[in-house]
């Protein structure tokens, strides 16, 4: 059952994050459209990839591995992190969608810097989820977080200073 669980993760990540990278370079291509029919086109396979194919995709990736956490008892740091950018790239799903429904109205465009900026954050992530896949390493969050940060009540004390409503 594993294996199987494994295969349809990795297929599904691999067709979300292909997905995810590939949706800026459609939006771009926005600007350069001729005509109604063609920009008609562009809008029925951007559709068709983000609510067909990536949102499918994302949705077997997460739901896959969530499975693996629990089938693989896979509860360390590095599981940690990997989730993080996980959820960083479900913002950044969230965000292409956004982009679509706003894309295709009359006189709308997007710029080379937001296909740039988008095209690399997604890259990033993906290259930080693969990383933290690969190389499973060992660190702890307190290594990264300020002092008494990673104990418990932490945050109690630290906003207990600016916060209004608590009692001196």
Known sequence: ????????????????????????????QRAHVAD????????????FSYVVLISPAAFLAVASGTGLVFAREVFV???????????????????AGLVIIRLFDEGQ????????????????LSAGVLFLVLAKPDFE????????????GALRRIVEGVNPWTTP
Request: hydrophobic share 60%; glycine share 8%; no cysteine.
């Open 1 to 28: 059952m594993i294996v199987w669980l494994k295969i349809i993760h990795i297929s599904a990540v691999s067709v979300w994050m292909a997905g995810l990278v590939s949706m800026p370079g459609l939006y771009v």
């Open 36 to 47: 109604k029919d063609a920009l008609y086109r562009l809008q029925g396979m951007v559709r």
């Open 77 to 95: 740091t590095w599981m940690s992190a990997k989730l993080a950018l996980v959820g960083a790239l479900v913002l950044a799903h969230t965000f």
């Open 109 to 124: 465009v997007y710029p080379v810097w937001r296909f740039l900026l988008g095209t690399g954050v997604v890259l990033t």
């Open 141 to 152: 969050f307190s290594d990264f977080l300020p002092a008494g940060m990673s104990e418990p």
